[in-house]
């Protein structure tokens, strides 16, 4: 499954890959997560029947945990709403994946800052900037362990 989420050429959302051939109820398939924005309760959930991805999906509540939509028929519908824990699974990850990134971009960022006033600074304050270049290197060394548990 891919968490890192990729923009949808034609509408800009934030696309979350489902995991291949792990979704699927009779000939009908989930593939993937249309994300509007980081912060809408609303998902769009893309599906396959006999392998041909339709035009429509099948909207989700994120907060309520369900389907807006059903399939025509019943058996079907029935397991694939059962497949909502594990799309809204997906769907967190992909944003403890984003979240974890900025994280990440900030330390970075705040790390490069430090080491150019370290080398521009003298005497006690350049110290001072070498023990904030260490601790910031420390944050990134366990950010890097947490994201290679996930």
Not at 105 to 120: G, H, M, N, S, T
Request: glycine content about 6%; overall charge negative; charged content about 25%.
């Amino acid at each position: 499954m891919s968490t890192t989420g990729e923009p949808h050429a034609a509408t800009g959302r934030t696309i979350v890959h489902l995991p291949a051939s792990g979704m699927k109820a009779g000939n009908v398939e989930l593939v993937q997560v249309e994300l509007a924005s980081p912060i809408s309760p609303f998902a769009l959930v893309r599906y396959t029947v006999d392998g041909k991805l339709q035009d429509y999906g099948l909207r989700l509540d994120l907060d309520k945990r369900a389907f807006l939509d059903a399939l025509d028929d019943a058996e079907t519908n029935r397991e694939v709403r059962a497949f909502v824990p594990e799309v809204i699974d997906a769907v967190i990850a992909h944003q403890d994946a984003v979240i974890a990134h900025q994280a990440f971009e900030r330390v970075l960022a705040d790390l490069q800052e430090f080491a150019k006033k370290a080398v521009a600074s003298q005497g006690t304050e350049g110290a001072r900037e070498g023990d904030r270049i260490a601790t910031a290197i420390e944050d990134l060394k366990v950010m890097t362990r947490n994201l290679s548990r996930d």
